[in-house]
């Protein structure tokens, strides 16, 4: 009889470390969900900041190019009027002889 007494004393104390590890295990659970819902928001934030910042990116790659452009149209007009002063000098001295 004193063998069915320790096996129940036994679980009992089984029994109540399990509840305690379960009462653990619900605290981590809750905490895990807390981060995850956090580790969601810091997604969705993430991702309109690369939104943000690739927009920003495109701006910028627009401005570079404006300099660029008006390099090219300046050399352009350069070159044409060199261009047409020479034919000009050439044709003045065609007519000229």
């Known amino acids: ?9 036994r679980h009992d104390e089984r029994i109540q470390n399990i509840e305690k590890d379960l009462i653990e295990l619900r605290n981590v659970q809750v905490e895990i969900r807390s981060m995850n819902e ?5 997604a969705n934030e993430l991702k309109h900041t690369n939104e ?6 495109k701006k910028i790659d627009e401005l ?6 008006r390099l090219n149209q300046i050399i352009t007009a350069i070159i044409a009027a060199l261009a047409g002063g ?3 000098a050439m044709i003045s001295m065609l007519f000229i002889k």
């Open 38 to 42: 956090t580790l969601v928001t810091l």
């Open 64 to 69: 570079d190019q404006q300099p660029k452009q």
């Open 1 to 9: 009889m004193e063998d069915v007494y320790i096996t129940l004393e």
């Open 86 to 88: 020479l034919i000009s």
């Open 52 to 57: 943000h910042l690739a927009r920003h990116e």
